[in-house]
């Protein structure tokens, strides 16, 4: 394959990737509005468009492997490709905690909260906004961003563990707050688990570029 027929095939690629990205980003965000309003018929949009999701994953899979058995790409091109091939099971395992949210949202959708939700959604926002560019920093090839976006993780965990102590002492206070404390840190937890998958994105980044794995 001529070096200008490659470089359109990654593009295209690219593009896919992005799409498949974007599906993410706003499945994440709807399950969270789905849970702040309480929006079962949302929730539902979130489950069914998984199938949707994961179709594109299985056609840049294919994609990808008859790249690699066909054209024997070198160097830099097969890091890209291999990185592409990890980076749609990591947008594909986002999605599926979306569903997950978007479940527990189900399963309480009758209950009245305990107190408004504020702090999970803007979790949620910072793990969806880490998705985006740790997307945009792949395709561009910027390790900057790259970091930068991989950084955003420690304010996550900082909302997280001030989701959990809050929760906790909720739980400790009333023992008929314990179940759905549980299922709102059930939630965070599948939030920072996103956003721990957009940090491999990021750290593929440095990887295509380097062949370091580790982010420095």
Known sequence: MPRSQL??????????????????EEAILDSIK??????????NKVIESDQYINQIEEDIEDRCIKLIATQQPMAIDLREICSILRLIVDLERMA???VDIAKITIQLANEKY???????????????DMVKKSLDAFVKKDIELA?????????????YSQIYRELLTYMIEDPRKITQSTS??????????IADYAKNVCEKVVYI???????K
């Not at 789905?34 to 929730?43: F, I, N, R, W």
């Not at 970091?147 to 909302?159: A, C, M, P, R, S």
């Not at 709102?184 to 688990?193: G, K, M, P, S, W």
């Open 96 to 98: 599926d905690h979306s």
């Open 34 to 43: 789905s849970l702040k309003d309480q929006d079962v018929k949302l929730a």
């Open 7 to 24: 470089t359109n095939e990654l593009e295209k690629l690219h593009n896919d990737l992005l799409k498949m990205g974007s599906m993410v």
């Open 147 to 159: 970091k930068e976006t991989w950084l955003l993780d420690i304010t996550i965990d900082q909302i």
């Open 209 to 215: 570029q380097t062949g370091d794995y580790w982010m």
């Open 114 to 128: 305990m107190k408004a939700l504020i702090d999970i959604p803007r979790m949620a926002d910072l793990a969806a």
């Open 184 to 193: 709102f840190l059930f939630i965070c937890a599948h939030i920072e688990r």
